[in-house]
Structure formats: C-alpha cells, structure tokens
C-alpha cells in the first residue's frame, strides 16, 4: 500500500534486510513523524488523530494478514470460521436460526445464506426446518465442523496471544478498555461499518 496524502499507508520503499523495513524508514514513517511532517507543511491543520488511526490501521492490516495465514494453514476461510464460531459461542446444541445468524455476523442476509450453503456442501454444518414452525430454519454444527472450529479457534487465538506479549497485562487491559470505547462512541456517532 502506497503511502497517501494523509500518512495513513505503509508504503513499499526503504526496506531493510530480510526485506524488512530499515530502522530509519521506521522512524520516518511512524505516526508522529507523519504528523510533524503535515504540521511542518501545513500549520494548523489537526493532525492529533494521525497518531492513533495510522498505526490503528497499521496494526488492522498486519492481524488480518498473519491471521489469514494461520487460517490458510488451518484449512478454513475467515467467512467459515465466523460461522462456525458463532453456531459454536452459541453453547449446545450449536444451532441458531439463520435470522439469528445474520444478526450475530453483522453481514447480509444473502452472505448468510451462501456462507451456510457453502459449509453445508462441506459437511460443517446442516440445516433443518425450525420445530417453531413458520419457515424459519434453523443452522448447526455437524461433528466435523464442531472439531474445524474448535482446531480453528485454539490455532487463531493461540497465534493473537502470541503476537501481543510486547504489553504487560495491564497494558492489555488499558488498551482494549480505550479500544472499546473509541469503538463505541464511533458507533454511535457515525453507526457500525458496513
């Protein structure tokens, strides 16, 4: 990604050896490097918000892009493992309506449907008419997508832990609190993305 106008990229120059960024590329590209740079170029302009969502988005890219390997090397997809993960939080029996399933995935109705269908010709999960009647159905775990998911998950978390022993417990704890609440406020200012 292409450093942008506004210092939010990684850029693709400057690397070090092992193909690495340098020590002193590093330093010139951090959040408070970019933002002395804009404040230097253009006096007044707020800049404040450059050193917490630059490296925000930083961090965004380098969790999803290690934790695509660990699933590749799991044998699943992200869209998989979402679904599965939440017929599995949902506790015994793991099966949730597929309403259910759109509300607690936070994607479409039809992204739903194919993600089921999917897993369904993979042996993940079955479908079967809602005993509630009406024409919902309802979605569960097979034994085998029970074991994908269970593999799945320890393999990811296992991998996330790892990746943010650099903060001490507490550091953990301030961070997620300040995450959450940043979070929260931009819900309800701007609403969820899309």
Do not use: C
Request: charged content about 25%; hydrophobic content about 40%.
């Amino acid at each position: 990604m292409a450093e942008t106008g506004a210092g939010t990229g990684a850029g693709s120059g400057g690397r070090g050896e092992g193909g690495g960024l340098s020590a002193e590329d590093l330093a010139g590209r951090s959040a408070a490097a970019i933002a002395a740079a804009w404040q230097r170029e253009r006096p007044g302009v707020p800049t404040d918000s450059i050193e917490i969502v630059t490296p925000i988005w930083r961090l965004a890219k380098l969790f999803a892009d290690d934790r695509n390997r660990v699933l590749r090397a799991a044998g699943i997809d992200a869209a998989t493992l979402d679904l599965l993960a939440v017929l599995r939080r949902s506790g015994p029996p793991y099966e949730l309506t597929t309403r259910e399933l759109t509300r607690r995935t936070l994607v479409t109705a039809g992204a739903v449907s194919q993600r089921v269908a999917r897993a369904e010709r993979e042996g993940l999960v079955r479908r079967s008419p809602d005993p509630a009647g009406g024409r919902a159905v309802l979605v569960a775990l097979t034994p085998d997508g029970h074991a994908l998911v269970e593999r799945s998950v320890d393999a990811v978390l296992g991998r996330e832990s790892d990746l943010v022993t650099g903060l001490s417990p507490a550091e953990r704890g301030q961070l997620a609190g300040l995450l959450d609440r940043l979070l929260t406020d931009l819900h309800g200012r701007i609403g969820p993305s899309d």
